[in-house]
């Protein structure tokens, strides 16, 4: 069984900054890419950033210089900083991992979603 458990998020005024966090739980072997999607009402859940392993990063173009992600791989969390908010970026946003469990079977799993409101 493995979980994904988020925290952070919540509401803030438009230029202002947020961060969301996600740790991984469970019977977890060893985890390659993690990161973080995003899915706003009326439209389909996009990719936000993504880190692997061994540190590489990708971004939407919408949030490059932004949005910062990091990963512990000790403690299996990813966490994303989010500064210069803006409406748009209102969303459902959903820690996301790409986990290798102890019985040695891959599969991606999802957290539970967490809200990002930006408004003034």
């Known amino acids: 069984q493995v979980q994904l458990v988020e925290s952070g998020g919540g509401s803030v005024q438009p230029g202002g900054s947020l961060s969301l966090s996600c740790a991984a739980s469970g019977s977890i072997f060893s985890i390659n890419a993690m990161g973080w999607y995003r899915q706003a009402p009326g439209k389909e859940r996009e990719l936000v950033a993504t880190i692997t392993s061994d540190g590489s990063t990708n971004s939407a173009d919408s949030v490059k210089g932004r949005f910062t992600i990091s990963r512990d791989n000790a403690l299996n969390t990813v966490h994303m900083q989010m500064n210069s908010l803006k409406p748009e970026d209102t969303a459902v946003y959903y820690c996301?991992?790409?986990?290798?469990?102890?019985?040695?079977?891959?599969?991606?799993?999802w957290g539970q979603g967490t809200q990002v409101t930006v408004s003034a």
């Open positions: 996301n991992a790409y986990i290798h469990t102890d019985s040695r079977v891959w599969g991606v799993y």
